[in-house]
């Protein structure tokens, strides 16, 4: 069966700083998307970025970039100069056709 | 719609009462989703819609639970004789056609507390 994992349920990250959230997966399939999910208190998911497993190119959003090692079935989200609006809870998703799957999440504080 | 809109916002009920949560997606997207998410957990696939019919409905736990999508557009997630364990926060999602990989556009829940 397909599994995410996100090791870390807190982290935390100066204002303008950098911060990586982890995430790791199992699968034995070859073509499948992977998802960084922001939900805010509001409870909203709100889509950070989406990674198509054929592609090698990390996927860039702004100050959000991911590193996608498909080998070690791994795709961390990394922030760079972070803002206090980036706190919240982030999902990491993993999809294939309909079926997706979340991990547990990660909670980022963003201190002043 | 600007968005996925879900009512109410909190629901309050008694174990063993019937609840209907709504579900209206962005207009014009042919997929819908239903997840709940419990405390302190990501999301967990309930079912997909395709148009009016229900594509995939292997995330439903057991009978007490059904949904509904009969003119492809507004959806209600019906549970029977619900438990405490029902309590969860339960999330609606769509998206434009369905295919594989597609971006999917998430509601802001409906929170279900059974006493």
């Known amino acids: 069966a397909q599994t995410v994992t996100q090791s870390q349920p807190e982290m935390s990250v100066q204002e303008a700083e950098t911060v990586t959230l982890s995430c790791t997966y199992d699968?034995?399939?070859?073509?499948?998307?992977l998802f960084w999910y922001k939900q805010p208190p509001s409870r909203q998911m709100i889509l950070v970025i989406r990674?198509?497993?054929?592609?090698?190119q990390n996927a860039t959003e702004n100050r959000f970039s991911v590193n996608f090692q498909k080998a070690a079935k791994s795709f961390s989200l990394k922030i760079s100069d972070s803002q206090l609006g980036d706190a919240a809870m982030y999902f990491c998703?993993?999809?294939?056709?309909?079926?997706?799957?979340f991990g547990a999440g990660t909670r980022l504080t963003v201190k002043p | 719609g600007a968005g996925v809109s879900q009512t109410p916002s909190n629901k309050v009920t008694e174990k063993g009462k019937y609840v209907e949560l709504r579900c209206d997606p962005i207009?014009?997207?042919?997929?819908l989703y239903w997840y709940r998410q419990s405390l302190g957990q990501g999301p967990e696939f309930l079912i997909y819609?395709?148009?009016?019919?229900?594509?995939?409905d292997s995330g439903l736990p057991n009978d007490r639970f059904f949904a509904v999508r009969p003119e492809g557009s507004v959806s209600t997630l019906k549970i029977q004789r619900t438990e405490r364990g029902d309590s969860a926060v339960y999330l609606c999602?769509?998206?434009?056609?369905?295919?594989?990989?597609?971006?999917?556009?998430f509601g802001p829940g409906t929170r279900l507390l059974v006493l």
């Open positions: 998703a993993w999809a294939r056709n309909n079926d997706m799957r």
């Open positions: 699968t034995s399939e070859s073509d499948y998307y």
């Open positions: 990674q198509e497993a054929y592609k090698q």
């Open positions: 207009s014009g997207h042919t997929a």
């Open positions: 819609f395709q148009g009016t019919g229900a594509a995939d």
């Open positions: 999602a769509s998206s434009r056609t369905g295919t594989p990989g597609e971006t999917q556009y």
